[in-house]
């Protein structure tokens, strides 16, 4: 599952973003509807899109729901830096198949991670990642 860190600019404000909301060793994040998929996404990933760049994961242990009829994405404390990858922006969360999610510890052979968000941005918006 993705998701847009909205008001981060780069992966240290996601980080300690999180590091904010981690009470207890997880993360809730809301929001408004309930997959369809909940099943299949318990013990997978939160896949979190800064800048349009798909940067870190978290694992998700469930889901539960809320008082005022949202639900909560519970996650695991611990955000894990991926290999960024180009990912158009959009709202809410959308589902990642399997075959399209780097895995955490994964090497960035490219050297597409180290290039400043800014550049990153521009080169992607023209084509040339």
Same mark, same amino acid.
């Given at each position: 599952?993705?998701?847009?860190?909205?008001? +981060?600019? #780069? @992966?240290?404000?996601l980080?300690? /973003?999180?590091? !904010? $909301?981690?009470?207890?060793?997880?993360?809730?994040?809301?929001?408004?509807?309930?997959?369809?998929?909940m099943?299949?996404?318990?013990?997978?990933?939160?896949?979190?899109?800064?800048?349009?760049?798909?940067v870190? +994961?978290? #694992? @998700?242990?469930?889901?539960?729901? /809320?008082?005022? !009829? $949202?639900?909560?994405?519970?996650?695991?404390?611990?955000?894990?830096?991926?290999?960024?990858?180009?990912?158009?922006?959009?709202?809410?969360?959308?589902?990642?198949?399997?075959?399209?999610?780097?895995?955490?510890?994964?090497?960035?052979?490219?050297?597409?991670?180290?290039?400043?968000?800014?550049?990153?941005?521009?080169?992607?918006?023209?084509?040339?990642?």
């Open positions: 599952m993705t998701k847009v860190a909205v008001g +981060c600019r #780069t @992966i240290e404000a980080e300690k /973003r999180i590091a !904010g $909301r981690a009470a207890s060793g997880d993360v809730r994040v809301p929001t408004r509807m309930r997959p369809k998929r099943a299949e996404l318990v013990g997978g990933s939160l896949y979190w899109i800064v800048k349009h760049r798909m870190a +994961c978290q #694992t @998700i242990l469930r889901f539960d729901d /809320r008082s005022d !009829g $949202r639900i909560d994405i519970v996650c695991a404390g611990e955000l894990q830096a991926i290999v960024p990858v180009p990912k158009r922006g959009h709202q809410g969360w959308r589902y990642l198949e399997e075959d399209g999610a780097p895995a955490p510890g994964d090497l960035d052979e490219s050297g597409l991670g180290t290039l400043p968000p800014l550049l990153y941005g521009k080169l992607n918006a023209l084509a040339l990642l």
